[in-house]
C-alpha cells in the first residue's frame, strides 16, 4: 500500500527548538522527598530503582513527581551513560501532559540517543506537539515516521494521528488522505470510528455530499457499538433537502452483522428483525434467520430461536440443515424429546451431510440417555460410529457408549468399549478419559487390573484431570516437572539471530523502559518468523510473559507446546511452565478475596475463562478476564454497594476480578466450600447445579462431573479443576488434595 502523496522533505530536518535549556521540575508542594534515601551505585541500579521501585504511599501524580526527581538525579550523577540517555526519554514521556513544550527537549535529545526507537519517539513527540497546539508540526511529525522507518508496526497508529492532527489544523485535504490511508491499513484500530466521524465531516465541509453520506453509512453500519455511531446516524437524519437519509435493507444486515462480532445480541436482533420486515424475500432472507435464531439463543430466548429456526429448517437450502441442527440443540436444552425424535424421524427427508445427520443423532441420543432409556441411547450413539470419522461425533459417541454401559453395571462390557477408544483414538482427552474409566470399571468388578490402568494413565497422561483424580485412587509416585528460571536460557545460536532483529532489538528497549504493551507488540510480529523454531518460541513466549502480554504468551506456548503443558509425555522447556500458569494477577486477586477463596483457583478460572486477555468477550456476550456476564455482574455490583458498572468497566481488570472473585464466593458459600459444584455453578448458574445435585443424590463426585447434561460445562469443570491442582504444584503451594469437594 502507497503512502499518500506530498509527504515534505523537511520532515527529515525538521527543528523544535533553537535553544536546550536545562528542564525544571515542578514539585508539589505536599511530597517531602528525601533524595538522601535515594542511595545507588551504579547508573543501571539508578535506573532500575527510579522505574520500579514502589512507592504506594503516594497519590500517582506525587509518584509521578517523585519518578521524575530522581530520573534527573540520574542524569545528574551519570551524565554520559546509556542509562542517563533513557531517563532523558522517559522524562520527556513523564512531563508530555503537563509540560508539554519542556518535554519535547528532552524527546529530542532522544531520538539522537536512542536511534533504535527512531519511530516510537517521533510519535511521542508528536503527541507532545498536540499538546502545545502545534497541530501542523506534530502532523508533518507523524507523517515523517512512514519514511524514515519503513519497518515500523506503528503505520497506523501514525497515521491515524496524523489524519487527526491534520482534521485538527483545518487541513481537510491532507486530513482525508491520511485517514483514508489509515482505515486502509487497520479498520479495526480503535481509533477507525473517530476518523471516519473525521472524514465524513470533512467530505461535507468540502461539498462532497456523497461521499460525506456514504462514510457516515459506513461508520452506523460497521461501528455500531460506538459513540460516534449515534452522531452519524444524527446527521444522516438531517437533510438539507428535507428528505432524510434511511437505510436498505443491506444496510441493516451489514448493521446486525457488526453488533454479533461483538457479541451484542440485543442490537442485532432489532437490526435482522428490521431487515426481514423491509425485504422479507431478499437473498439474504435465510441466512439472517440463522443469524437471529442463533442471537436469539445468546440471549436464552429459546422459544423465540426455535420458531425462528423452524422457518429455516425446511426445504432444500444449504440453511436448511444448519437450522435443523439448532433445532435438535434447543428440543434438547428445553428438554422436547416428541420433537427431537421427530426429527430424527425426518433425516432421511432432509438435505443433511453426513455431519449434520451425526450432530442430531448425538443429541437424540443425550435426551435418551438422560430419560433412562439407555439401549435407545446405544442405538443412536452406533448410528453415530456408523457414520465414520468424518464426524466430529464420532470418538465422542464411542465413549458414550461405554459410559452407558459403565452406569448401567456392565462392566466388562464398558472395559471392551473404552479399551477400543483408548488403543484407537488419538484424542489424548478421550484417551485419558477412557483409561480412568476403564480402571474405574475394574474397580467395580474387584479387578487387581485397575491399579495397573490407573498407573498406565499416570505414566502416558500424568499432567491430566483424570490422573489427578487417580492419584486419589492408588498412590503413585509421579516425577512431574516444575519451573526452573535456571534452565529455561534459549541456546546462544537461536539468541544471536534473534538479537540481529530490529523488532527483537527495539523490544528490549522497550521493555527496559518499562514499554510493555510496545515491547509486546514487537515480539508478537516476530511469532510467524520463528514458528518451527523451538528454542525461539520459548524465548518470545517467557518474553512477552515478561513484559505483561500473558494472553499473547500463553497462546503461544498452548499453540505449539499444549501436549507437554497439559498432558505430559516430551518434557516442556522448563521457563514455560510460569509462561502457561501466569500469576500476575495474584497480588490483586488476594487483595478482593476473602478467606472463603483459594486464590489459585480465580488464577485457575481466569486461565480457561479467558487465557488472560483483559479484552475477551465471549459468544454470549460474557466480558474480560473472569468473562463475566453484564447481568451477573450488576448484580454483584449492587450487593457490593457499586452503582453503573458498564461494559467498558467490565473489561478493566481491577474491576473484572473484583466482580469475578465475590461472585465466586457468593457460589462457594452457597455450595458449602465444595469447589466443583462452585465451578461448575460459575459456568452454568447455581439453579441448574442445584437442580443437578438433587436429580443426582449421593453419586460419586468423578460420576456427578461425567453427568453434568452441559456439555460445555462438563468440559468447563475439569479444565478449571485441572489447572487449579497444577498451580498449587507449581507454585508449591502447600495443596496436597485432590479431591474434587475441597478448597485448598
Excluded at 111 to 135: H, K, N, P, Q, S
Excluded at 260 to 270: C, N, P, Y
Excluded at 637 to 655: D, F, K, P
Excluded at 713 to 719: E, F, G, H, N, Q
Amino acid at each position: 500500500m502507497s503512502l499518500p502523496k506530498r509527504v515534505s522533505t523537511f520532515l527529515l530536518v525538521l527543528p523544535f527548538f533553537a535553544l536546550l535549556v536545562s528542564p525544571t521540575v515542578a514539585v508539589e508542594d505536599d511530597v517531602s522527598l528525601d533524595l538522601a534515601a535515594f542511595v545507588c551505585e551504579s547508573a543501571e541500579e539508578c535506573f532500575e530503582r527510579a522505574v520500579s521501585e514502589p512507592i504506594a504511599s503516594l497519590s500517582p501524580e506525587s509518584r509521578l513527581t517523585v519518578r521524575i526527581r530522581r530520573l534527573q538525579v540520574l542524569r545528574e550523577r551519570f551524565p554520559g551513560s546509556l542509562w542517563a540517555k533513557r531517563a532523558s526519554l522517559l522524562l520527556g514521556m513523564s512531563l508530555a501532559e503537563r509540560q508539554p513544550a519542556e518535554a519535547l527537549l528532552f524527546l529530542r535529545a532522544a531520538r539522537r540517543d536512542l536511534r533504535i526507537l527512531e519511530d516510537y519517539i517521533r510519535l511521542w513527540m508528536g503527541e507532545a506537539l498536540l499538546r502545545t497546539g502545534d497541530v501542523s508540526r506534530a502532523a508533518l511529525l507523524f507523517e515523517s515516521i512512514h519514511v524514515l522507518v519503513p519497518d515500523t508496526l506503528l503505520r497506523s497508529r501514525a497515521a491515524f494521528r496524523g489524519g487527526e492532527a491534520w482534521y485538527r489544523a483545518g487541513r481537510c485535504d491532507r486530513a482525508s488522505e491520511w485517514l483514508s490511508f489509515a482505515l486502509a491499513l487497520d479498520p479495526n484500530d480503535r481509533a477507525a470510528a473517530p476518523a471516519l466521524l473525521s472524514l465524513a465531516d470533512c467530505q461535507l465541509r468540502d461539498a462532497q455530499r456523497e461521499a460525506g453520506v456514504a462514510t457516515l453509512r459506513q461508520l452506523w453500519v460497521q461501528y455500531p457499538q460506538t459513540p460516534e455511531a449515534d452522531e452519524a446516524i444524527a446527521r444522516l437524519s438531517e437533510s438539507a433537502t428535507g428528505e432524510a437519509w434511511q437505510p436498505t435493507p443491506e444496510d441493516r444486515y451489514d448493521r446486525a452483522t457488526s453488533f454479533l462480532s461483538w457479541s451484542l445480541h440485543d442490537g442485532a436482533v432489532e437490526e435482522l428483525e428490521e431487515f426481514l420486515s423491509a425485504a422479507p424475500d431478499h437473498p439474504l432472507r435465510d441466512e439472517a434467520r440463522l443469524k437471529l435464531g442463533t442471537a436469539f439463543v445468546r440471549l436464552k430466548r429459546y422459544d423465540q430461536a426455535r420458531e425462528v429456526f423452524g422457518q429455516v429448517a425446511v426445504g432444500q437450502r444449504a440453511e436448511a440443515g444448519k437450522a435443523a441442527v439448532w433445532l435438535a440443540r434447543i428440543y434438547l436444552r428445553q428438554d422436547d424429546g416428541k420433537r427431537l425424535l421427530a426429527l430424527r424421524r425426518s433425516l432421511s427427508q432432509r438435505a443433511l451431510s453426513s455431519t449434520q445427520k451425526a450432530d442430531i443423532l448425538f443429541f437424540t441420543g443425550i435426551w435418551l440417555e438422560d430419560q433412562g432409556q439407555f439401549e435407545r441411547a446405544i442405538s443412536a450413539y452406533q448410528k453415530v460410529a456408523q457414520l465414520g470419522k468424518v464426524s466430529r461425533r464420532h470418538a465422542e459417541a464411542h465413549w458414550r457408549i461405554g459410559w452407558i454401559q459403565y452406569r448401567t453395571g456392565r462392566y466388562r462390557d464398558s472395559v471392551k468399549t473404552l479399551r477400543e477408544l483408548a488403543d484407537g483414538t488419538g484424542n489424548n482427552s478421550l484417551t485419558s478419559q477412557a483409561l480412568y474409566w476403564m480402571a474405574r470399571a475394574f474397580d467395580r468388578e474387584r479387578d487387581p487390573k485397575a491399579s495397573k490402568t490407573y498407573r498406565r494413565l499416570c505414566q502416558e497422561y500424568p499432567l491430566t484431570y483424570y490422573c489427578q483424580i487417580a492419584r486419589e485412587r492408588v498412590p503413585l509416585t509421579l516425577e512431574l516437572p516444575v519451573p526452573d528460571d535456571q534452565t529455561g536460557a534459549v541456546p546462544t545460536d537461536t539468541r544471536s539471530k534473534m538479537a540481529r532483529d530490529i523488532h527483537y532489538r527495539r523490544a528490549l528497549e522497550l521493555k527496559l523502559l518499562g514499554m510493555d504493551a510496545d515491547a509486546s507488540r514487537e515480539l508478537a510480529s516476530l511469532v510467524k518468523r520463528y514458528a518451527r523454531d523451538r528454542e525461539g518460541l520459548v524465548e518470545l513466549s517467557t518474553l512477552l510473559n515478561e513484559v505483561g502480554a500473558y494472553h499473547q504468551a500463553i497462546r503461544l506456548a498452548r499453540r505449539h507446546f499444549r501436549v507437554s503443558l497439559e498432558f505430559g509425555g516430551k518434557p516442556a522447556p522448563p521457563a514455560l511452565w510460569n509462561v502457561a500458569y501466569p500469576t500476575a494477577y495474584l497480588p490483586v486477586i488476594r487483595a478482593h478475596a476473602g478467606p472463603r477463596v483459594d486464590p489459585y483457583l480465580v488464577a485457575a478460572i481466569i486461565r480457561e475463562e479467558s487465557h488472560y486477555d483483559t479484552q475477551a468477550i465471549s459468544p454470549v456476550g460474557a466480558l474480560g478476564l473472569m468473562q463475566l456476564m453484564p447481568a451477573t455482574a450488576h448484580r454483584v455490583a449492587q450487593r457490593l454497594g457499586i452503582s453503573g458498572v458498564n461494559r467498558q468497566e467490565l473489561l478493566s481488570q481491577e474491576t473484572n476480578i473484583l466482580l469475578g472473585v465475590r461472585y465466586l464466593e457468593q457460589l462457594l458459600e452457597e455450595f458449602d466450600g465444595k469447589v466443583l459444584y462452585a465451578v461448575a455453578a460459575y459456568n452454568a448458574g447455581p439453579r441448574a447445579v442445584s437442580r443437578w445435585i438433587q436429580e443426582q443424590g449421593d453419586t460419586e463426585l468423578d460420576e456427578f462431573v461425567e453427568l453434568i447434561p452441559y456439555r460445555e460445562t462438563r468440559r468447563y469443570v475439569k479444565r478449571v479443576l485441572r489447572s487449579y491442582r497444577e498451580y498449587h504444584r507449581l507454585e508449591r503451594g502447600g495443596c496436597d488434595s485432590r479431591s474434587l469437594d475441597k478448597v485448598c
